[in-house]
């Protein structure tokens, strides 16, 4: 119900902008975020987003990465700047769908390699 999009390689001080687009049966979407994992570590939030507009942020991508939402596109955006080889990692959309209940839901992923 997730489908995210937007990664790629991107050399340091560089941008990305990635998308995730919510599908099927829903009725609600609630907080909606973004995580990553880099290889051999575990997942971590990076940003999230109520329905209202509230974000937080991990420490290490504020001031360069901003989370936005479309609700009337039941999608998600993370505009990426300046952007540093540690920022390397799969990227991970989650957001809490409301069908027939509440559940939460994971994107497939998309990779960000940044190079020095």
């Known amino acids: 119900q997730l489908q995210a999009s937007g990664g790629g390689l991107v050399q340091a001080g560089g941008s990305l902008r990635l998308s995730c687009a919510a599908s099927?049966?829903?009725?609600?979407?609630?907080?909606m975020g973004w995580y990553r994992q880099a290889p051999g570590k575990q997942r971590e939030l990076v940003a999230r987003?109520?329905?209202?507009?509230?974000?937080n942020y991990a420490d290490s991508v504020k001031g360069r990465f901003a989370i936005s939402r479309d609700n009337a596109k039941k999608t998600v955006y993370l505009q990426m700047d300046g952007l540093r080889p540690e920022d390397t990692a799969v990227y991970y959309c989650?957001?809490?769908?409301?069908?027939?209940?509440?559940?939460?839901?994971w994107g497939q992923g998309t990779k960000v390699t940044v190079s020095s």
């Open positions: 989650n957001a809490a769908i409301y069908s027939r209940s509440w559940n939460d839901y």
């Open positions: 099927g049966s829903i009725f609600s979407i609630g907080d």
């Open positions: 987003i109520t329905i209202n507009g509230k974000t």
